[in-house]
């Protein structure tokens, strides 16, 4: 029976790409990319000649329906994002509910996710933690952080280094400026950095030196 494929791309170093990973997205009828241009960079590394078309946010709630037809009429199609899991934070979800919804098989594959080494360089507790991707811009975003200020779960968030800044700020209003956090920066790249100490401590590092790239925060959880 043919089925989607949820295949995890590197965050970085393109030595993290699994031989299973490869092998899937050679034999697969089709791939579906976020942005073909970024994805066709990593066919070619690969040699890789499968099709892909886009699949991404501004066109995911058109496309599921037609993409289930093409499994249920018997082509096995790969999701992938410009790097990372699909789903997570990236586009995904949808698709993969209409295929659940409508029987078919859904096989994720394990791989790069940018959250997993960022919280365990962290050095705070991982035995329980908290995803929350990346706070409301806007609505929503004060209601949140004072939800979140009495989470006892270590807190992971994905940020935009332009309001990296702002929101250790934010933390340090909201959790109390000596709350333990680390930022990590560009997962397994050649300039990878983390860096420890309290939200005030970080937000205080970054205003002056305001960093690039990638962007994961993970903060202490509340403690009485």
Same mark, same amino acid.
Request: hydrophobic share 40%.
């Given at each position: 029976?043919?089925?989607?494929?949820?295949?995890?791309?590197?965050?970085?170093?393109?030595?993290?790409?699994?031989?299973?990973?490869?092998?899937?997205?050679?034999?697969?009828?089709?791939?579906?990319?976020?942005?073909?241009?970024?994805?066709?960079?990593?066919?070619?590394?690969?040699?890789?000649?499968?099709?892909?078309?886009?699949?991404?946010?501004?066109?995911?709630?058109?496309?599921?329906?037609?993409?289930?037809?093409?499994?249920?009429?018997?082509?096995?199609?790969?999701?992938?994002?410009?790097?990372?899991?699909?789903?997570?934070?990236?586009?995904?979800?949808?698709?993969?509910?209409?295929?659940?919804?409508?029987?078919?098989?859904?096989?994720?594959?394990?791989?790069?996710?940018?959250?997993?080494?960022?919280?365990?360089?962290?050095?705070?507790?991982?035995?329980?933690?908290?995803?929350?991707? $990346?706070?409301?811009?806007?609505? #929503?975003?004060?209601?949140? *952080?004072?939800? @979140?200020? &009495? +989470?006892?779960?270590?807190?992971?968030?994905?940020?935009?280094?332009?309001?990296?800044?702002?929101?250790?700020?934010?933390?340090?209003?909201?959790?109390?400026?000596?709350?333990?956090?680390?930022?990590?920066?560009?997962?397994?790249?050649? $300039?990878?950095?983390?860096?420890? #100490?309290?939200?005030?401590? *970080?937000?205080? @590092?970054? &205003? +002056?030196?305001?960093?690039?790239?990638?962007?994961?925060?993970?903060?202490?959880?509340?403690?009485?």
């Amino acid at each position: 029976m043919s089925k989607l494929f949820v295949v995890p791309t590197p965050i970085g170093n393109l030595e993290d790409m699994s031989f299973r990973a490869i092998r899937i997205l050679k034999e697969v009828d089709l791939i579906l990319a976020e942005d073909t241009r970024t994805t066709a960079f990593l066919l070619k590394h690969f040699e890789i000649s499968t099709h892909a078309v886009a699949h991404h946010k501004f066109n995911e709630h058109k496309t599921a329906d037609s993409i289930v037809s093409k499994i249920q009429g018997g082509q096995n199609i790969a999701l992938v994002s410009d790097a990372g899991t699909p789903a997570i934070s990236d586009p995904g979800f949808l698709l993969v509910r209409a295929c659940a919804e409508n029987g078919i098989e859904i096989e994720c594959l394990p791989g790069a996710t940018a959250f997993v080494p960022a919280l365990v360089n962290s050095g705070l507790p991982n035995d329980k933690f908290c995803f929350e991707g $990346f706070l409301p811009v806007k609505k #929503g975003r004060q209601t949140r *952080l004072k939800e @979140l200020a &009495t +989470e006892t779960r270590t807190m992971v968030f994905y940020e935009s280094p332009f309001r990296l800044a702002k929101t250790l700020s934010q933390f340090a209003e909201y959790f109390g400026s000596t709350r333990k956090a680390s930022v990590s920066r560009e997962i397994s790249k050649k $300039f990878e950095q983390t860096y420890r #100490g309290t939200v005030q401590e *970080l937000a205080f @590092l970054f &205003t +002056e030196k305001p960093p690039k790239g990638e962007i994961v925060v993970i903060v202490a959880g509340y403690e009485n």
